[in-house]
């Protein structure tokens, strides 16, 4: 059989990942797909560049269009990222009856539900296993290896620049600002990395993953999203001598009154598999109701594990080019016209367990006027630490450990500690999840 012809978009870290997987394991990849995947034409801005992969044989091009528009071409590679104009070319290739394999989040979660319906309309493919926590098949895992479970809840480390800062932060000390720069110089973090440090990057993430699991449209605006530049060096070692590690989570789980779709800095007991995921790794903890909880652990992104997962995308739509369209995985998991636009639930009425540090004055009867407070908004306390007083601070700061207790009511306890002469400044809070095995 004849070769697929392939044509790529945008040449950088992932693009060369891909090309030099494709040369180096094509034999591999031909058994697997039963055909040989040929990458034929390339964009990229800057044709002279010099580059870690062997483009001899690809024609490079400096305008997109022409491979979007090139009839040779049957599946494109969109690997520019961002929003635009990456969704004019991914649309424009489907408009031409291209398949599409994209490790592109950004576009999928704010754009997808357009895509999915073009793309269906016109009987093509869009791949994007790469989209999600790099490396590792986990949109494949929970669109059809866990396809028997109702699916709980999930919760992941899906950014590996915020995981790497904090993860430096406790193991070494550093400060927000440095982990930041050393991470932007190993290549983990956005064009914008804002994007990372803002939780935006694991919200785009979260996003497609609550959609596959869950079998609802993607709610990219509907996603609580806080991220990691409030936290303070102090915070995460008090956090560590109470046996809790901070991660910054995605979470997406059912209740009753909707789904919770939540980005957050959160501390996780220091036992739990997930919390000792370090550096730039990434995983994902998925609970099913037959499966039980299953973790799902690996590299999240750089050049070859981003292109393994390309690769694995173009093996799939490659075995599948003349499987009738109706016949094929659907692009969210469940079929388009089986998706359920469940409510999702605000934050104020989302249910955790909080870490809050306030700086109170030396004194008897301060900490009894803070339980007062909590205790008048029927929030339980499980522990509390008073550290010692720094040389030269009127306040010493004080550690409190609460149960489950629905967000509305902390805002009213914060506001209300707050207003205490006996307090000063802020009261910092950090949300706590157990991810208990029977947590529902
Ligand atoms: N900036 C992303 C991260 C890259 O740090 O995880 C992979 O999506």
Redesign the pocket.
Known sequence: MKPVKIGILGLGTVGCGTINVLARNGQEIARRAGREISIIQASTRDLKKKRSCATASIKLVQDPHEVVRNPEIEVVVELIGGYDPARALVLEAIANGKHVVT?N?ALIAVHGNEIFAQAQKKGVMVAFEA????GIPIIKSVREGLAGNRIEWLAGI???????ILTEMRDKGADFADALKE?QRLG???AD?T??VEGI?TAH?LTILAAIAFGIPLKFKQVYTEGITRITRMDVQYAEKLGYRLKLLGIARRTNGGVELRVHPTLIPERRLIANVDG?M?AVLVKGDAVGPTMFYGA??GAEP?ASAVVADLVDVVRTLTVDPNNRVPHLAFQPDALVDLPILPIEDVETSYYLRLHALDKPGVLAEVTRILADLNISIESILQKEPHPNEETVPVIILTQRVREKNMNEAIARIEKLASIKGKVARIRLEHLNADWK
């Open positions: 490790a989040k989209a999600v926590a790099g899906i950014n590996g620049t915020s995981n790497f991470a983990y973090a956005e990395p994007f990372d990057d993430k730039a990434n999240g992104a981003t």
